[in-house]
């Protein structure tokens, strides 16, 4: 039992390229998350999936995409990369998502570093 | 606006000692507020839930307490360990709004 897998670990990306983050959890979860992680900040939400086949803007979702490919996967693409998006990268499940405050688990993170 | 600060930013603690780590927040209204553990590298894993009408939950050396009225809660680990050195997040749950609310958490380092 895996949990949340995230690939790749790390990036490095010049200004304009575009690149995908994967995410799969093994968990039979409902509800899937992208986060980005700042130094000195919160974990702050870009994109979540309440359920298979829908998708919510969360607090930061300028410049980014996602597909809830199916139940297990949920990808965060970044069409155009800027260095304003050089971050930690975390990927949660949760069981429901309908339940207030339900436990999140995340994967091990992406450091996407953009030049 | 819904807001969780933490305090301090960083601490240094020798093995073996005691530290609490403090949480305030302004996230209304309140549903749970949970600890989270964060090795470096790694995501962040649950230590702890509480709801309203808790104000104690332990987790072995790990007790977290919560002041409703003053919006306050504090993580205090016992005999500390290196293995406590990591990040120690504080995240809140507003009810009607179904998203986190994570605090920039506390870096803690236990030096032998």
């Known amino acids: 039992n895996a949990g949340v897998t995230q690939t790749p670990k790390f990036q490095v990306l010049k200004t304009g390229q575009s690149m995908t983050l994967q995410c799969a959890q093994d968990?039979?979860?409902?509800?899937m998350y992208w986060y980005r992680q700042d130094p000195g900040m919160g974990l702050r939400l870009i994109y979540y999936?309440?359920?298979?086949?829908?998708?919510d803007k969360g607090e930061v979702p300028n410049g980014y995409n996602v597909s809830r490919l199916n139940k297990r996967e949920f990808s965060l693409r970044l069409e155009s990369a800027a260095p304003s998006q050089t971050s930690v990268y975390f990927c949660?499940?949760?069981?429901?998502?309908?339940?207030?405050?339900?436990?999140?688990?995340f994967g091990p993170g992406t450091r996407l570093l953009v030049l | 606006k819904n807001q969780v600060e933490q305090s301090p930013q960083s601490l240094i603690i020798l093995e073996g000692k005691n530290c609490t780590l403090q949480?305030?927040?302004?996230?209304?209204?309140?549903?749970?507020l949970r600890w989270y553990k964060q090795d470096t590298g790694r995501g962040p894993v649950s230590l702890t839930i509480?709801?309203?009408?808790?104000n104690t939950k332990s987790n072995g050396r790990y007790t977290a307490t919560l002041d409703a009225d003053t919006k306050q809660s504090s993580l205090h680990i016992t005999a500390s360990q290196l293995s406590d050195s990591a990040s120690y997040i504080c995240?809140?749950?507003?009810?009607?709004?179904?998203?986190?609310?994570f605090g920039a958490g506390t870096r803690l380092a236990v030096h032998p």
């Open positions: 949660a499940s949760s069981e429901a998502g309908s339940r207030v405050g339900e436990t999140q688990y």
């Open positions: 968990m039979n979860h409902n509800s």
């Open positions: 999936s309440a359920s298979e086949g829908t998708t």
């Open positions: 949480c305030n927040y302004t996230v209304s209204p309140f549903s749970n």
């Open positions: 509480m709801t309203f009408s808790e």
């Open positions: 995240v809140v749950s507003a009810r009607g709004y179904n998203k986190l609310i």
